[in-house]
């Protein structure tokens, strides 16, 4: 549950400092910054089943805890990007040699068809053009290429009473708004799968370490707007998704690569 | 949460060993979490206070229950 904007690179607004960058978070989640930690992404990488040596891009990587996992127990040839100064320099000084990067979700600094795979792991809801950044992972992916994309989102549709502030649970989106936005892109959806119970246990731990939901959110928000995000959450029923896309060729007639271990 | 302090007030009435406290692994509904409580070094029982009970564990079933 990240709440950098990966693409201004500010922090959220809600927070001083942001709320990725405090104990508060970090005791819940390690460095990965999200539900689930990196045993949902071994999960996905059991589906795509990316060849040791193939070109991955983490956006929004963070503090480089999934690059340096699939660098180290994958081989594969990983890359990070990530707008925040502060959480590359952390990943740099993790992991050194480490290959993160600074820039933007909606704007990557990488070459079309450059990339085998992609990885976005909490962190679509927070980017302010969500389809603008689906268009530049299927530029930058070689045809066939999957993506893997976990993130929090609204269980409950439509998304009125959104959660105040830029947060990724006020950028989430409801299931059809997210697959619709995919298929716009040109993105096949080949997984969906619910994981919301990883997003329950990371407000358990929340709950466990400062009291309640409510103290978690007061030491961001002040008592008003915590108590609006109280009850907004309420009423969108945040999940947590898992979902593997992959980009469909061009009608030039290029064959699709599907992975068949891969289930609909 | 209770502190080590508190813990020390309650002594294990089985054991008689003052409790400390330690990690302990929750499991409920397929979820689980780790938290400090205070419990029996000898036998390992946990106490949980009524304010935990009915505070900090009632709002994480909830959740867990989807309510």
């Not at chain 1, 989640?29 to 689930?36: A, E, F, I, K």
């Not at chain 1, 594969?76 to 979700?105: F, N, Y």
Request: neutral net charge.
């Amino acid at each position: 549950m990240k709440t950098s904007n990966p693409a201004t690179g500010g922090g959220c607004p809600l927070t001083a400092p942001p709320l990725y960058e405090t104990q508060a978070l970090r005791q819940a989640t390690g460095t990965v910054l999200r539900p689930g930690g990196l045993s949902l992404l071994n999960h996905a990488l059991d589906k795509v089943r990316w060849q040791a040596g193939a070109r991955i891009l983490d956006v929004g990587c963070g503090t480089g805890a999934s690059v340096a996992w699939l660098r180290r127990h994958h081989g594969l040839q990983a890359t990070g990007i990530d707008p925040s100064r502060k959480l590359v320099e952390e990943a740099r000084k993790a992991h050194p040699g480490l290959p993160v990067l600074r820039g933007r979700a909606e704007s990557l600094p990488f070459g079309d068809v450059s990339l085998d795979g992609l990885l976005c792991e909490c962190v679509l809801s927070l980017v302010p053009d969500a389809s603008q950044a689906l268009k530049e992972f299927y530029r930058v992916l070689r045809p066939g290429g999957l993506m893997i994309l976990s993130d929090i989102y609204r269980r409950a549709e439509p998304a009125s009473d959104a959660p105040p502030g830029q947060s990724c649970l006020s950028g989430a989106v409801g299931k059809t708004t997210l697959l619709q936005r995919l298929q716009d892109v040109g993105w096949r959806v080949r997984l969906w799968e619910d994981h919301s119970l990883l997003l329950a246990e990371l407000a358990g731990r929340l709950i466990f370490q400062h009291g309640s939901l409510a103290a978690f959110w007061r030491q961001f928000l002040p008592d008003g707007a915590a108590r609006e995000m109280m009850t907004a959450v309420k009423i969108m029923r945040p999940g947590y998704c898992l979902l593997i896309a992959e980009k469909v060729p061009c009608r030039d007639g290029e064959k699709l690569r599907l992975s068949d271990a891969i289930s609909r | 949460m209770i502190t080590l302090e508190e813990a020390q007030q309650w002594t294990c009435d089985a054991c008689g060993k003052p409790l400390v406290m330690r990690e302990v692994e929750f499991y409920y509904l397929n979820g689980s979490f780790h938290v400090n409580l205070p419990a029996c070094p000898e036998c390992g029982l946990v106490f949980i206070n009524e304010a935990l009970a009915t505070g900090k564990m009632a709002e994480v079933e909830g959740i867990l229950e989807d309510k």
